[in-house]
């Protein structure tokens, strides 16, 4: 009960009702909060890395909110549910390397590649 005072009922029927959600709607396999594990080169995670040889590896963990699969390859998206400030192309860059690199665990646990990837934000109901 506590939590209903944070949720918005119209925000959620905003996403489910966005051109993202009902593609998503139409996809046989669909994965939510799903948790990967991959290893990947130190220097695609942070390139300024200095004392690093190129075949440095680091563990990378996460959870990934959403993604979908069409015939040939895979949706990701990312929900945002705080406020982002800033213009949709300024949101989309903070948050590219996220999404890149989802993408690529997506590929690498999936064998698929993943075609698109957007953010979908619950504050504006936008997906970027």
């Known amino acids: 009960e506590e939590d209903m005072a944070y949720i918005d009922p119209d925000k959620i029927k905003s996403f489910f009702d966005s051109p993202l959600a009902k593609r998503m ?10 948790p990967f594990q991959i290893n990947i080169p130190a220097l695609m995670y942070d390139h300024t890395l200095t004392d690093v040889k190129d075949s440095d590896t680091v563990i990378l963990q996460g959870i990934i909110d959403c993604f979908f699969e069409e015939e040939d390859g895979f949706i990701l998206f990312d929900y945002k549910t705080d406020k982002v400030k800033g213009n949709p192309q300024e949101i989309k860059d903070r948050y590219q390397k996220q999404l890149d690199l989802y993408a690529k665990a997506i590929t690498e646990l999936k064998g698929k590649p993943v075609k698109e990837s957007y953010l979908y934000l619950f504050d504006t109901g936008e997906v970027i």
Request: hydrophobic share 20%; charged share 40%; glycine share 0%.
């Open 25 to 34: 709607m139409r996809s046989r396999n669909i994965y939510r909060e799903t």
